[in-house]
């Protein structure tokens, strides 16, 4: 049964196996029958010129062994190359295996290890031809023309080597580039969805606590009139369906990972007054004193931040100090700065008990919201009451 597996896989990665290997199988079997073709060719040409050299035997020999080592290159490069050309100072036939690992070693290694190996190569042939002279040409002019072709193949080598380095590194760099982009946008995402998990703590929090008034009031005065009791009541059906709607629709914004998210408009400065106008009809006492100079002025960015400031100071009002009078202050101009100040008195002996329940963590979200922007929040208890002011820039 365990070996079962093991069996049916071995079909799948078999073939993968193979057909990697018959490329690189098939350059190594093309270039051995290249090598030799040169190989023959050499000694062809060495019995050519010099019929009664004698020693065709050593050439032959040597040629095959430099066809059947060139293989070893592959694994061994420096120690190949050095075989070959201890080869090629016997006989010319190790020539072109000798001078293929010299350019196989500069496009492998580093230019120190391919220059010794040229050097190398370089006294291998000088050797060679004082024993066995070529004719027709002198030995200082052999030593220079086989000085410049192997400086030839370290120079061609190493333009290899650095190409394939400068491949490399544009190829890693577009990779780490990629890598880079994708954390840029899953951060923007993340971003993206805490400012949306912000904005629905807010405005969540403000409905919230607007119900849980009207449905306060529907619980310790069932005495009303029944017309304030339908109307109680139509407001926290009317509030719970809106707050249900617009949960659905944040939850459904960070469940979707392309989506493109579009929060719609936005509060700003001028809707403070309809947020107080909720908080009136929720019961609520609340005082709103405007002494903002040419507030259309105002950055969009900063009046949205006033507003949730304070929609979280009425919220928290609602939940600590319900049915306790709060005093909503504005003042700034251009080029100063919004000062914002929220201040309710206190029940005797603290805060009450929250009507709604609360994570503690909405004075955080709003420092670091005001942060962002910013500006500076600080809240306090004094004197019998809670107080929060912000402060925003407000360029001229």
Avoid at 86 to 107: F, H, R, W
Avoid at 214 to 226: I, K
Avoid at 309 to 332: D, S
Wanted: aromatic share 4%.
């Amino acid at each position: 049964m365990n070996d079962q597996p093991k069996w049916d896989a071995e079909p799948d990665a078999e073939p993968d196996a193979e057909c990697r290997r018959i490329p690189r199988t098939a350059t190594l079997v093309g270039a051995v029958i290249g090598l030799g073709a040169l190989v023959a060719l050499t000694i062809w040409g060495r019995l050519t010129a010099h019929p009664a050299d004698g020693l065709l035997k050593l050439d032959i020999v040597v040629g095959i062994l430099g066809c059947a080592l060139s293989p070893v290159l592959l694994w061994r490069p420096v120690a190949g190359v050095l075989v070959l050309t201890a080869l090629a100072a016997l006989s010319p036939a190790a020539t072109p295996p000798a001078t293929l690992g010299t350019l196989y070693v500069a496009q492998r290694r580093r230019f120190p290890v391919a220059v010794a190996t040229a050097v190398a190569g370089v006294a291998a042939h000088a050797a060679q031809s004082l024993w066995r002279p070529n004719g027709g040409i002198s030995f200082g002019w052999w030593l220079v023309l086989i000085t410049l072709g192997y400086g030839a193949l370290i120079g061609w080598g190493a333009l290899v080597r650095a190409h394939r380095a400068l491949v490399g590194s544009l190829r890693e760099r577009a990779r780490r580039a990629e890598a880079e982009q994708s954390r840029r946008v899953a951060e923007a995402r993340m971003l993206e969805r805490t400012k949306i998990a912000r904005e629905m703590h807010d405005v969540l929090a403000h409905r919230l606590s607007l119900l849980a008034t009207y449905a306060g009031a529907l619980e310790y005065r069932p005495d009303s009139p029944p017309e304030q009791l339908s109307r109680a009541a139509g407001v926290v059906r009317a509030g719970v369906h809106q707050a249900l709607d617009e949960l659905r629709e944040v939850v459904s914004l960070l469940r979707d990972e392309d989506h493109d998210f579009d929060h719609g408009p936005q509060p700003v400065l001028a809707d403070l007054p309809r947020l107080v106008e909720e908080s009136h009809e929720a019961g609520a006492r609340v005082r709103l004193r405007d002494e903002v100079i040419d507030p259309s002025a105002l950055p969009a960015a900063a009046g949205r931040t006033a507003y949730r400031v304070v929609q979280e100071a009425l919220t928290n009002a609602r939940k600590h100090a319900a049915g306790r009078p709060v005093q909503v202050v504005l003042e700034g101009r251009p080029g100063t700065r919004l000062v914002i100040d929220v201040r309710n008195s206190l029940p005797e002996g603290g805060a009450a008990r929250p009507i709604t329940p609360g994570s503690g963590t909405g004075l955080i979200g709003l420092t670091e919201r005001v942060h962002l922007a910013g500006g500076r929040l600080d809240h306090e208890v004094t004197a019998g009451e809670f107080r929060l002011r912000a402060w925003l820039p407000w360029p001229a």
